[in-house]
């Protein structure tokens, strides 16, 4: 019979490889099956906006109200400002650009015009979503079993993580659906496995893998500026490794994305700083931002807010508590260090660094939204903090533990897949610590 806790990352196993491709069947065909209905929120409409409004107009305003196609996405969001006296959508640039082209292919070579013809929008929105979201998270998921297995995780282990990572997180929920968090999560891992690859020689220092490294490691920037500390840091290790190649090849592969996403920021708003950045935008007249309800308009303690967004109503930790074993890989490197010490003092320095930037900078745990779904891109580094506390000869108690935390994991998963977006719809928030505003319990219902 088939190994599967080999503690070596030689040629895998059958059963490793069958196993991995259940779990690629089983998230592609969830992600399909909640593509049959199509949800537009704030987020999506943002971006949509924004390819109309370049497709139609040629010109990134989304308040164009031309005869003929007026555009119908910048009502249904409130992710916008003004400037100049025109409404911008708040975005980074490269996914709605993304976007514009897939949308572009579609108008001009099919005839097709969004919110025109109903199936015909139902499509085009399914095709942008399978193709910059679900695919890719899909790919990514072959990529983090394998670097798994290049830091000495099992097969079996490996296999675990992975499900952890495509049903036991909020990626589960927000794959079918137009967001940046699934992308850069899809990033992250490609580029975990090439920096896991060549610091471990798992992987031939060829320029490819450091172009490769460089490329993903700018997209993480311009999908979701807080988490290129990870990107930072892995860049950090190559140079250290391989100063020469991690310079020069990585530096090339920065190049394009960087350059598409400044050059884009340049020309929408006349300035490459982030329209986060420049907050006197989201003030003009008719702004939400001016009032913001709800969830948006808490003002907690920040101490308090740090509690709930990690393990209180929103906490990544209580809702997903499988990523804690992270945490206890954490402290088992830090009393008893291992082989893999460096990894997760790394990925624990990153997360800390990206909590400790939302817990001052933002109040709303990531507005109306299942969990605090700006942890997502950190749910890989946090997996892979897992590893030490899964060795080869793990005892049963060990895998009874963490299998009934994915257990609780999966049921919090199943939940945002059912509604990623709405606030009070936590298990949390039902039965531990009732709704953070008045107006959740309205809204879960």
Same mark, same amino acid.
Request: proline content about 6%; glycine content about 8%; hydrophobic content about 55%.
């Given at each position: 019979?088939?190994?599967?806790?080999?503690?070596?990352?030689? !040629?895998? =196993? *059958?059963?490793?490889? %069958?196993? +991995? /491709?259940?779990?690629?069947?089983?998230?592609? $065909?969830?992600?399909?099956?909640?593509?049959?209905?199509?949800?537009?929120?704030?987020?999506?409409?943002?971006?949509?906006?924004?390819?109309?409004?370049?497709?139609?107009?040629?010109?990134?305003?989304?308040?164009?109200?031309?005869?003929?196609?007026?555009?119908?996405?910048?009502?249904?969001?409130?992710?916008?400002?003004?400037?100049?006296?025109?409404?911008?959508?708040?975005?980074?640039?490269?996914?709605?650009?993304?976007?514009?082209?897939?949308?572009?292919?579609?108008?001009?070579?099919?005839?097709?015009?969004?919110?025109?013809?109903?199936?015909?929008?139902?499509?085009?929105?399914?095709?942008?979503?399978?193709?910059?979201?679900?695919?890719?998270?899909?790919?990514?998921?072959?990529?983090?079993?394998?670097?798994?297995?290049?830091?000495?995780?099992?097969? !079996?282990? =490996? *296999?675990?993580?992975? %499900?952890? +990572? /495509?049903?036991?997180?909020?990626?589960?929920? $927000?794959?079918?659906?137009?967001?940046?968090?699934?992308?850069?999560?899809?990033?992250?891992?490609?580029?975990?496995?090439?920096?896991?690859?060549?610091?471990?020689?798992?992987?031939?220092?060829?320029?490819?893998?450091?172009?490769?490294?460089?490329?993903?490691?700018?997209?993480?920037?311009?999908?979701?500026?807080?988490?290129?500390?990870?990107?930072?840091?892995?860049?950090?290790?190559?140079?250290?490794?391989?100063?020469?190649?991690?310079?020069?090849?990585?530096?090339?592969?920065?190049?394009?994305?960087?350059?598409?996403?400044?050059?884009?920021?340049?020309?929408?708003?006349?300035?490459?700083?982030?329209?986060?950045?420049?907050?006197?935008?989201?003030?003009?007249?008719?702004?939400?931002?001016?009032?913001?309800?709800?969830?948006?308009?808490?003002?907690?303690?920040?101490?308090?807010?740090?509690?709930?967004?990690?393990?209180?109503?929103?906490?990544?930790?209580?809702?997903?508590?499988?990523?804690?074993?992270?945490?206890?890989?954490?402290?088992?490197?830090?009393?008893?260090?291992?082989?893999?010490?460096?990894?997760?003092?790394?990925?624990?320095?990153?997360?800390?660094?990206?909590?400790?930037?939302?817990?001052?900078?933002?109040?709303?745990?990531?507005?109306?939204?299942?969990?605090?779904?700006?942890?997502?891109?950190?749910?890989?580094?946090?997996?892979?903090?897992?590893?030490?506390?899964?060795?080869?000869?793990?005892?049963?108690?060990?895998?009874?533990?963490?299998?009934?935390?994915?257990?609780?994991?999966?049921?919090?998963?199943?939940?945002?897949?059912?509604?990623?977006?709405?606030?009070?719809?936590?298990?949390?928030?039902?039965?531990?610590?009732?709704?953070?505003?008045?107006?959740?319990?309205?809204?879960?219902?």
């Amino acid at each position: 019979m088939t190994d599967t806790t080999r503690n070596t990352a030689d !040629a895998p =196993s *059958l059963a490793f490889l %069958a196993g +991995l /491709a259940v779990l690629v069947a089983l998230f592609l $065909f969830t992600s399909a099956w909640a593509l049959r209905t199509i949800v537009l929120g704030d987020s999506a409409n943002s971006r949509l906006a924004t390819a109309y409004a370049l497709v139609h107009h040629g010109h990134w305003w989304i308040d164009d109200r031309g005869e003929d196609h007026p555009n119908p996405f910048e009502a249904g969001t409130v992710d916008k400002v003004e400037l100049d006296g025109r409404i911008l959508s708040t975005k980074p640039p490269v996914l709605p650009l993304l976007m514009t082209a897939e949308y572009a292919a579609f108008h001009h070579g099919l005839g097709w015009t969004l919110m025109e013809d109903r199936d015909q929008t139902r499509w085009m929105i399914r095709f942008m979503v399978f193709t910059l979201s679900v695919l890719p998270m899909a790919a990514a998921l072959v990529f983090f079993a394998l670097a798994l297995r290049m830091l000495g995780a099992t097969e !079996a282990v =490996s *296999l675990f993580l992975t %499900a952890a +990572l /495509a049903f036991g997180s909020q990626v589960m929920g $927000f794959a079918p659906g137009i967001n940046n968090h699934v992308p850069c999560v899809a990033v992250l891992c490609v580029m975990g496995y090439i920096v896991v690859g060549l610091v471990t020689r798992k992987l031939p220092p060829r320029p490819v893998y450091f172009y490769a490294y460089g490329l993903c490691g700018a997209l993480v920037f311009t999908l979701d500026m807080p988490a290129t500390i990870y990107a930072a840091a892995a860049g950090l290790a190559l140079l250290a490794k391989f100063p020469r190649q991690a310079s020069m090849f990585g530096g090339a592969g920065l190049a394009l994305p960087l350059l598409a996403h400044f050059a884009a920021m340049l020309d929408s708003s006349g300035s490459i700083l982030p329209i986060q950045t420049r907050e006197s935008l989201y003030l003009y007249e008719a702004a939400y931002w001016r009032n913001p309800g709800g969830i948006d308009a808490l003002n907690e303690p920040k101490l308090i807010y740090l509690f709930h967004m990690t393990f209180g109503r929103f906490g990544t930790f209580l809702l997903f508590p499988v990523l804690a074993l992270g945490l206890a890989g954490f402290v088992k490197e830090t009393l008893r260090p291992g082989n893999l010490r460096p990894w997760v003092l790394g990925a624990f320095a990153c997360f800390v660094v990206v909590t400790a930037y939302y817990m001052l900078k933002t109040n709303n745990y990531g507005g109306a939204a299942y969990g605090f779904r700006w942890h997502m891109a950190s749910v890989p580094a946090l997996l892979l903090m897992a590893v030490p506390v899964m060795p080869p000869a793990a005892p049963r108690w060990v895998w009874g533990i963490a299998v009934a935390l994915l257990a609780v994991s999966g049921f919090s998963a199943w939940q945002c897949y059912q509604a990623p977006w709405g606030t009070g719809g936590e298990w949390t928030v039902h039965h531990l610590f009732g709704p953070a505003v008045v107006t959740d319990a309205a809204d879960a219902g």
